[in-house]
């Protein structure tokens, strides 16, 4: 059938819907060029070049941060970057060696050339949506709404951190097989396309190689033949054995090589830890839910303890609305879009669940907004001219987070990335201390953000600074701490107004069954830490810092942050108190 739409209207109901994705798509990354490096693109940099110290990794394992063994875990605590209540039996060991293989001969052509480093990303984003597109139009076949979905879906705010920022390169690169592994299947099965059988297995395997987002948009093959599947259970059943074979051999290679994460509060691993997995996904899985359909940002969950309520309540609100819609809308759907929706319904879900394992973002909705892109599509052609004016005025509202949001969040995101990249520079390298006393053994008493603790070191080795031997941070609460001189070498740390271990970042690395008690003991490079005493929540309240000898500014120094800038501690005389006052960071709103 002839495409008879003219104008914008061909651009986002017609033909011409495809290519203007690609470009629209583009075009709202290319800000995120000019943004620089921000938080693990420093440690990634850092591992391709082949500096040492700063994780369990190396250049070919951009993704293991730590494995799970103490023997390795404990240089990394004694000297940095992991923080001393850090489990020493903490796993944070990723599978994407697709992703790694790519950064190396990237890093190879171009070295550290952080705009055109973006640029690929950018080009991995496109590619991206120029396989969602054609799995958005076999989902909607002869609906109009198809072109809009494909529009929508290039321009999703929440795919700005994915597009934008290198580390999270894994996240496109194995969408874009998964989704490939996708169509495939969907050949294989509709059309009786016999290549697609074997495709459909290679791709998954790239996808699932490229890093875990594989896992969710391959689960939406399974959604599919439950839903949409010809033939009998039977014969579904045996359409699915062969990627479940591609499943099954994954989660095998996953275990024997040492790949996940345990021992963290804020990742629960769905197979070793099942219960934590299932207690704590529906509130994550609301936060994203409303990120996705009503435009709240479900990465306030990671920045503010305080609005996780109200962003649970906002998903709530969303799912509420949105099956309010449909369920107004149904009538006026064709018999291929009623097909459709109860197959974006279940593969939205299914593409959601891999991703509860830790907490909300919203670049985790990289997958789960194809199908979310498309149920919005058809709430929009359906319902913007209904004749219910509750309808009408509530289908128009979808378009403030669908669209409008564009304008504002991506080059908000890349702003935000920008600022961040540049304070993480000004942090490291512009200091009150000078380059020896920074080459030596570094104790910080607080930080004022985690990246701060994390990357200061690492940043500073890049530009050419010399490595410190150790460099590490006693407390990055966001608080005011009282530093009381017990003795000549005794430093009494307590948290004024606050509480220690209470931020996403700070449980990070160690879960709350077990517990940091009282009489807790750990020996870092120039001192040792002990627990004296607890808060009612049972979580640190002060610490006994015992120095290994007195800083002397040039092998052993003491330092403070002040107005974002690292500075030489003066501690107090013996028996008397300092306050460092609540320092806030780029990450510790």
Known sequence: MADT?????????????????????????????????????????????????????????????VNGDPAVARPLIENGPFPWWTL??????????????????????????????????????????????????????????????????????A??????????????????????????HLRWREERWWWGLPLSMGAAALGLAGGESAVGALLTIGAWEVTLGPGGWRRRLLALAPM?????????????????????????????????FLTRAPPKALALAGAQFLGTTADLWLIKVALRPALVAAGVVALAAVSWLLRALWPDFTDDERRALRWLGAAFGASLAPVLATFPLNRLLLVPSVFASAIIALVLVHGWRAPGRAVRWATRALVVPAVAQCAVMWPVNAGVYGVGSSLQRSMAMETALGDEALAGHV????????????????????????????????????????????????????????QMLQSVFEQLVRSSDV???????VKLARATIEVT??????????????????????TFTLARWDDGVLGPLELPAVGESLVLPRATGLLSL
């Open 244 to 276: 479940t074979l591609v499943g099954v051999t994954y989660l095998v290679v996953y275990k024997l090589t040492g790949s996940g994460a345990a021992g963290s509060e804020i990742y629960n691993d769905p197979l070793a830890e099942p219960f934590a």
């Open 5 to 65: 739409t003219v104008g914008w209207r061909r651009l986002v109901f017609g033909s011409a819907a495809p290519r203007f994705a690609l470009v629209l798509g583009a075009l709202v990354a290319l800000p995120f060029c000019f943004t620089g490096f921000f938080a693990d693109d420093f440690l990634h940099q850092a591992l391709l070049r082949g500096l040492p110290g700063f994780a369990a990794g190396d250049r070919w394992n951009l993704f293991t941060f």
């Open 533 to 554: 005493s607890l808060d009612g929540e049972a979580r640190p309240k002060t610490l006994l810092v015992t120095l290994d000898q007195l800083p002397d500014g040039a």
């Open 159 to 184: 795919h700005a951190v994915v597009a934008g920022w290198i580390a999270n390169r894994n996240a496109l690169v194995s969408a874009v097989f998964a989704l490939l592994a996708l169509l495939a």
């Open 443 to 498: 104790l910080v008493f607080a930080a004022p953000d985690p990246s701060a603790v994390l990357y200061t070191s690492m940043i500073r080795q890049l530009h050419g600074k010399p490595a410190a031997k150790s460099w590490v941070t006693v407390s990055f609460a966001s608080s005011a701490h009282r530093l009381t001189r017990r003795s000549e070498r005794e430093v009494e740390v307590e948290v004024t107004d606050g």
């Open 88 to 157: 020493p039996t903490l796993k944070f060991s990723f599978l994407r060696p697709l992703t790694a293989l790519i950064a190396n001969v990237e890093h190879g052509l171009v070295g550290g050339n952080a705009v055109l480093l973006h640029l690929h990303s950018i080009a991995w984003y496109v590619a991206l949506i120029a396989v969602a597109n054609p799995v958005l139009a076999r989902a909607l076949r002869t609906s109009t709404a198809a072109p809009l979905a494909m529009i929508l879906f290039a321009i999703d705010d």
């Open 515 to 521: 517990p940091v008690p009282i009489g807790y003991r």
